[in-house]
T-cell receptor, first 116, second 113 residues
Framework: ETGVTQTPRHLVMGMTNKKSLKCEQH?????MYWYKQSAKKPLELMFV???????ENNSVPSRFSPECPNSSHLFLHLHTLQPEDSALYLC???????????????FGSGTRLTVV | DQQVKQNSPSLSVQEGRISILNCDYT??????FLWYKKYPAEGPTFLIS?????DKNEDGRFTVFLNKSAKHLSLHIVPSQPGDSAVYFC????????????FGQGTTLQVKP
């Protein structure tokens, strides 16, 4: 158990579907992140939240919509995705932004998303 | 334009020998450099980091070396163990305010018994 739990582990969705990815941490961390890992590509930062406030949107298309209702939970709402959005989506958390950049984040195991 | 490059996609070493994983970067403003390790079906786990004001940091079997003039860092694992077989990512901190990490493509290490 890594301390960061992501559900579901696997998701197959059609291009017209709406689905949500969930991330939960009980580590008392205040910063949470969404990363995307496509095949043969490095992990790419998507969004950063610090104390529930979004601090970074890395030019992510609007078909990805994050939500952070509290410091323990982070969602990624998906709608009208494309097949090229198929990837591993990783959630992570850190004590705060500065600590995350020095001592690393705690990552979840990820959601493997396939868009058909 | 990739700011972080791990040019060796894979590396194979014998158990007990040294593993050396390399990482090159282009941005001289990076102030911290992190290494992550990832097993299949799991998220990456933090391994070790180094500040840009240092040239070496050691933690048990793991040592990271930083050569700022060459914009190069390396991770040494001595002695290598079969359980070290994983994908290793180099991840400099992009900005001190955002906590943003910029990941390399990763190097798959296989340690043979």
């Amino acid at each position: 158990e890594t301390g960061v739990t992501q559900t579901p582990r696997h998701l197959v969705m059609g291009m017209t579907n709406k689905k949500s990815l969930k991330c939960e941490q009980h580590l008392g961390h205040n910063a949470m992140y969404w990363y995307k890992q496509s095949a043969k590509k490095p992990l790419e930062l998507m969004f950063v939240y610090n104390f529930k406030e979004q601090t970074e949107n890395n030019s992510v298309p609007s078909r990805f919509s994050p939500e952070c209702p509290n410091s323990s939970h982070l969602f990624l709402h998906l709608h009208t995705l494309q097949p090229e959005d198929s990837a591993l989506y990783l959630c992570a958390s850190s004590q705060d932004l500065a600590v995350g950049g020095i001592y690393g984040y705690t990552f979840g195991s990820g959601t493997r998303l396939t868009v058909v | 334009d990739q700011q972080v490059k791990q040019n060796s996609p894979s590396l194979s070493v014998q158990e007990g020998r040294i593993s050396i994983l390399n990482c090159d970067y282009t941005n001289s403003m990076f102030d911290y450099f992190l290494w992550y390790k990832k097993y299949p079906a799991e998220g990456p786990t933090f391994l070790i980091s180094i500040s840009s004001i240092k040239d070496k940091n050691e933690d048990g079997r793991f040592t990271v070396f930083l050569n700022k003039s060459a914009k190069h860092l390396s991770l040494h694992i001595v002695p290598s163990q079969p359980g070290d077989s994983a994908v290793y990512f180099c991840a400099p901190r992009g900005s001190s305010n955002t906590g943003k990490l910029i990941f390399g493509q990763g190097t798959t290490l296989q340690v043979k018994p």
